[in-house]
Every structure is written in structure tokens, then in C-alpha cells.
């Protein structure tokens, strides 16, 4: 009963966030008196392929809906009840409303033979988007005929640098592993500073307090019990209670290592140095990169956009958590007053 208040309560915060259809963006006058703008209009029909949690279903179903859309789903076969009964609920409710029930459909009726007809249905799908595991959305973006959106898996890291408090780091630390470890924001490497590695004890003594498989190689091992770290281990998203840990002599070496196994989805820095932040900010190339934050906060409920419908770790159109905005594109609109090109 809990989650499905819980369901109907994020229906109800999207549909109180302010509409961005027709949302002018830029516009100008030019100089024979044509009157421009660019305005935000609804992709049209967004497929959706996605795993697991049937919240999902909801989320993607009620942001598609606000931004003006419709949308056809592909929920997981680990779901494949619960998504039937909301897409019913989903169905009647926009009948209700006055709204055809089609505006939100779903081919989980036709197993792969759905999804595949859905990755294959351009001209009647508009652009698809993949939530899931890391082969799910190789294979969408491998298959698809329709244009797609890549909501990417998170190797996230979080880097102590030297000047770092400890009271701050350890709190955030446990937080981006711990709060909830089968998600893609959560910690999967942490990087420290050989000047702060005087810290590493009471870090990897509280993960494993709170349940942490922690790996590292000799140097960690020199702070507390872990497991031997391996090379596949840097670019593994964990999605369960296990880590890896790096001590590196500096902001450069940090920035080489999030360069090389980054997944461009959420990496942060704990520091107190202003200039090491920026530093870091600038040169991070990821979705969304933080300053003393758990990495937990790359989250379009937490961004405040109600939901979302993945985090986007492409660069085209959407990056990061995707709300309304990002399920629209735009026209350009000319006004003019008999105008001929000259």
C-alpha cells in the first residue's frame, strides 16, 4: 500500500510542475519586420524499454503525458503483472479524463517480438529510450532503427582530495555506497588523496560495519581488511555492497583515472580547495559532476523534475536526469507580413 501512495503521489507532483510545451526559448525581430521564436513542442511518440521496477512504468507514463506525448512501454518480464494492472489503471484513467486510452500503450503482450518491433518501428516511433542494465541498452542502441536516447550505467566515483574534512568525507562516502547500492548513482570507486589516506581506516571500517565487501591492493590493505582488487574491478558498476578503493598522489592522477573508466554519469570531488573544485568541474566530463555531495543526488525526483525517465550519459539533445524539457524538442515559428526574400 505504501509504494502504490507513493506511485500515486509522484503522478501528482508531475502534474503540478509547470507545462513546458509552447515554452518560448528564444525569439527575436529581424530587420524586415519578421518576428521569430523557438518554442518547445513534444517529440510525438516515445517508445520506452526498460527493466525491473514498476515505478518506472508510472514515471515514464505520467512525464511522457505532462510534456504532451505518447508513449509505448516495454516494462521487464520481472514485472510483467504489476505493469499490466498500472497500464490498465493508466488506460481507464485517461479514458476518464476525456483522453484517448491509447496515448499510453504498451507491447508486453508480444514479449521480444514487441520490443523488437518497437526498436524497429520508425515512422511510427519518434525516438526510444533504454532503462536498464548495461547489455539492455547496448542492445536498444545497437538494434534500434529509431532514433535513440542512451541512459548509460554509472561507474561513479568520488575523489578525496587532500584538503577534504574528515568529519564530511566519511558521512558522504558511506551514503553514495550504502543508502541504496543497486542503483546507478551509487559509489562504485573511490579515489583519496595520499596525503588524506589517514582517513581510509575509519572509512573502510564503517563500510564494512555497514555490510561493504571493500577491494584494494596492498597500499589499502595497509588501512583496514579488504579484498584484492582486480583490473576489471575499476570499470565494474557494482549495483550491490562492493567497492574498489584507490589511493593516488594527485588531483592529476584522479582525473586520469575517471578519464579512463568513467561512464560519464555522475563523478564528484570532496575538497576544500576552491580551485581544485572548478578544476574538477571543468575538466570531468560527465552527465553531472558535484562538489562535497553524495553522488545519490543525480536523481530527477531529488533535481526536483517529479521523476524521471533515465539519466542520459549521451550528449545529444538530454544529459543527465531527464524530465519534461528533456522530452520535448522544438520549432522555430515565423511571423511575417507579406515578406518575399529579396
Same mark, same amino acid.
Given at each position: 500500500?505504501?509504494?502504490?501512495?507513493?506511485?500515486?503521489?509522484?503522478?501528482?507532483?508531475?502534474?503540478?510542475?509547470?507545462?513546458?510545451?509552447?515554452?518560448?526559448?528564444?525569439?527575436?525581430?529581424?530587420?524586415?519586420?519578421?518576428?521569430?521564436?523557438?518554442?518547445?513542442?513534444?517529440?510525438?511518440?516515445?517508445?520506452?524499454?526498460?527493466?525491473?521496477?514498476?515505478?518506472?512504468?508510472?514515471?515514464?507514463?505520467?512525464? #511522457?503525458?505532462?510534456?504532451?506525448? $505518447?508513449?509505448?512501454?516495454?516494462?521487464?518480464? #520481472?514485472?510483467?503483472?504489476?505493469?499490466?494492472?498500472?497500464?490498465?489503471?493508466?488506460? &481507464?484513467?485517461?479514458?476518464?479524463?476525456?483522453?484517448?486510452?491509447?496515448?499510453?500503450?504498451?507491447?508486453?503482450?508480444?514479449?521480444?517480438?514487441?520490443?523488437?518491433?518497437?526498436? /524497429?518501428?520508425?515512422?511510427? %516511433?519518434?525516438?526510444?529510450?533504454?532503462?536498464?542494465?548495461?547489455?539492455?541498452?547496448?542492445?536498444?542502441?545497437?538494434?534500434?532503427?529509431?532514433?535513440? %536516447?542512451? /541512459?548509460?550505467?554509472?561507474?561513479?566515483?568520488?575523489?578525496?582530495?587532500?584538503?577534504?574534512?574528515?568529519?564530511?568525507?566519511?558521512?558522504?562516502?558511506?551514503?553514495?555506497?550504502?543508502?541504496?547500492?543497486?542503483?546507478?548513482? $551509487?559509489?562504485?570507486?573511490?579515489?583519496?588523496?595520499?596525503?588524506? $589516506?589517514?582517513?581510509?581506516?575509519?572509512?573502510?571500517?564503517?563500510?564494512?560495519?555497514?555490510?561493504?565487501?571493500?577491494?584494494? @591492493?596492498?597500499?589499502?590493505?595497509?588501512?583496514?581488511?579488504?579484498?584484492?582488487?582486480?583490473?576489471? @574491478?575499476?570499470?565494474?558498476?557494482?549495483?550491490? !555492497?562492493?567497492?574498489?578503493?584507490?589511493?593516488?598522489?594527485?588531483? &592529476? &592522477?584522479?582525473?586520469?583515472?575517471?578519464?579512463?573508466?568513467?561512464?560519464?554519469?555522475?563523478?564528484?570531488?570532496?575538497?576544500? @580547495?576552491?580551485?581544485?573544485?572548478?578544476?574538477?568541474?571543468?575538466?570531468? &566530463?560527465?552527465?553531472?559532476?558535484?562538489?562535497?555531495?553524495?553522488?545519490?543526488?543525480?536523481?530527477?525526483?531529488?533535481?526536483?523534475?517529479?521523476?524521471?525517465?533515465?539519466?542520459?550519459?549521451?550528449?545529444?539533445?538530454?544529459?543527465?536526469?531527464?524530465?519534461?524539457?528533456? !522530452?520535448?524538442? /522544438?520549432?522555430?515559428?515565423?511571423?511575417?507580413?507579406?515578406?518575399?526574400?529579396?
Amino acid at each position: 500500500p505504501a509504494r502504490v501512495a507513493a506511485l500515486a503521489s509522484a503522478v501528482r507532483a508531475i502534474a503540478a510542475l509547470p507545462d513546458p510545451v509552447g515554452e518560448v526559448l528564444r525569439g527575436s525581430t529581424l530587420a524586415n519586420g519578421i518576428r521569430l521564436s523557438q518554442i518547445r513542442v513534444p517529440l510525438g511518440v516515445i517508445g520506452a524499454i526498460y527493466e525491473a521496477r514498476p515505478n518506472v512504468t508510472v514515471d515514464i507514463a505520467a512525464l #511522457a503525458l505532462k510534456s504532451g506525448n $505518447a508513449v509505448v512501454l516495454r516494462g521487464g518480464t #520481472a514485472a510483467e503483472h504489476s505493469n499490466e494492472r498500472i497500464v490498465q489503471v493508466l488506460r &481507464d484513467a485517461l479514458v476518464d479524463s476525456g483522453l484517448p486510452a491509447d496515448a499510453v500503450a504498451t507491447v508486453d503482450p508480444w514479449g521480444r517480438a514487441g520490443a523488437l518491433a518497437l526498436m /524497429t518501428g520508425r515512422g511510427y %516511433i519518434d525516438v526510444i529510450i533504454p532503462r536498464g542494465s548495461q547489455s539492455l541498452i547496448d542492445t536498444v542502441v545497437s538494434e534500434s532503427t529509431v532514433p535513440a %536516447i542512451e /541512459t548509460g550505467a554509472g561507474v561513479v566515483h568520488i575523489y578525496i582530495d587532500s584538503s577534504a574534512r574528515v568529519d564530511e568525507a566519511l558521512p558522504i562516502v558511506v551514503n553514495a555506497k550504502v543508502q541504496r547500492p543497486s542503483v546507478c548513482n $551509487a559509489l562504485d570507486t573511490l579515489l583519496i588523496h595520499r596525503d588524506a $589516506a589517514g582517513q581510509l581506516g575509519a572509512i573502510i571500517e564503517a563500510l564494512t560495519a555497514a555490510g561493504v565487501t571493500v577491494l584494494g @591492493d596492498d597500499a589499502v590493505s595497509v588501512f583496514g581488511a579488504v579484498e584484492p582488487v582486480t583490473e576489471a @574491478d575499476w570499470s565494474t558498476e557494482h549495483l550491490s !555492497l562492493r567497492m574498489a578503493i584507490r589511493i593516488v598522489d594527485s588531483l &592529476d &592522477d584522479a582525473l586520469d583515472h575517471i578519464r579512463r573508466y568513467s561512464t560519464k554519469h555522475t563523478e564528484a570531488i570532496l575538497t576544500e @580547495d576552491v580551485r581544485n573544485a572548478e578544476r574538477f568541474l571543468a575538466e570531468v &566530463d560527465a552527465a553531472v559532476v558535484m562538489v562535497n555531495s553524495s553522488t545519490r543526488f543525480t536523481d530527477g525526483g531529488e533535481f526536483g523534475f517529479g521523476a524521471e525517465v533515465g539519466i542520459s550519459t549521451q550528449k545529444l539533445h538530454a544529459r543527465g536526469p531527464m524530465g519534461l524539457p528533456e !522530452l520535448t524538442s /522544438t520549432k522555430w515559428v515565423v511571423r511575417g507580413n507579406g515578406n518575399v526574400r529579396p
